[in-house]
């Protein structure tokens, strides 16, 4: 069986005597997309802080892309790449600018950058957008555009917290495709969302609740599991505990 490429053992977050993040284990695999669900509050995006080195464990193990998350969080800020519903892009920049300011923080060559925004800006179709300011596009574009951004450098494994929060079905799915492009390239893909129609999309998901991952499965066995017709009976299930 493959190494996992994220793994966890008892990951712990505490804020005072609060506890977000309650002993969680599990491991995700090369290019697996895993879900991550739960309701709004349940621990997910302080999870995937966690898992991101931008948030340091209470205690537990993490392990991602081979780093020791709690020793070593900016070799494993190099290795992934991170896409936040709240905050992706700057807003007050155009598209070029955009994809050229975080080539540099990738530390990308200025004729890679080049390169890669031409691609990029192609198979978006936003040629004749290239120069308007990110606050200017739709949601469903500017969420398009921050994920080609998160994976600029091409990294293996990508975070993405609740990146179609807001947006369209249509739009959804459309980024749902780019998703599946990315996986289908041997990208790990780690998928928060509170949508649990989105679980089905997923290869594999754990369902949180009040911090702890109460289920962890196939879509296709956590409905049989729990006798349910949707991943949203599920979840109302192991809401009601």
């Known amino acids: ?95 070029r600018e955009n994809i050229r300011f975080y080539g540099g923080v990738y530390g990308l060559k200025r004729a890679v950058v080049k390169q890669k925004t031409s691609e990029l800006i192609d ?14 596009l739709p949601l469903g574009w500017r969420q398009k555009l921050a994920l080609s951004v998160a994976m600029l450098h091409e990294p293996r494994i990508v975070f993405l917290d609740e990146p179609t929060s807001g947006v369209d079905p249509l739009t959804r799915r459309q980024f749902w495709d780019l998703i ?19 679980a089905e999309y997923c290869k594999r998901i754990s369902m949180m609740v009040d911090g702890k991952i109460e289920a962890l499965d196939t879509p296709g066995q956590l409905k049989k599991q729990f006798n349910a017709e949707s991943m949203d009976e599920v979840f109302r299930k192991l809401a009601r505990g």
Do not use: C, W
């Not at 198979?123 to 200017?136: F, I, N, Y």
């Not at 990315?182 to 780690?190: F, I, K, P």
């Open 1 to 95: 069986m493959e190494e996992p490429v994220i793994f966890t053992e008892n990951l712990t977050k505490t804020f005072g005597r609060f506890t977000a993040v309650n002993k969680i284990s599990f491991s995700v695999y090369p290019g697996e997309i895993f879900g991550f669900l739960g309701a709004n509050g349940a621990g997910k995006t302080t999870a995937l802080r966690m898992l991101s080195g931008l948030l340091k464990p209470s205690s537990g193990i993490a392990q991602v892309a081979g780093v020791d998350v709690m020793r070593q969080p900016e070799q494993v800020k190099r290795r992934i790449g991170y896409m936040s519903q709240k905050f992706s892009l700057y807003e007050d920049l155009t598209i």
């Open 123 to 136: 198979k978006l179709e936003l040629g004749a957008h290239v120069d308007q300011l990110v606050r200017s």
């Open 180 to 198: 599946y492009e990315a996986a289908h390239q041997g990208v790990t893909l780690m998928v928060t969302t509170h949508y649990m129609e989105e």
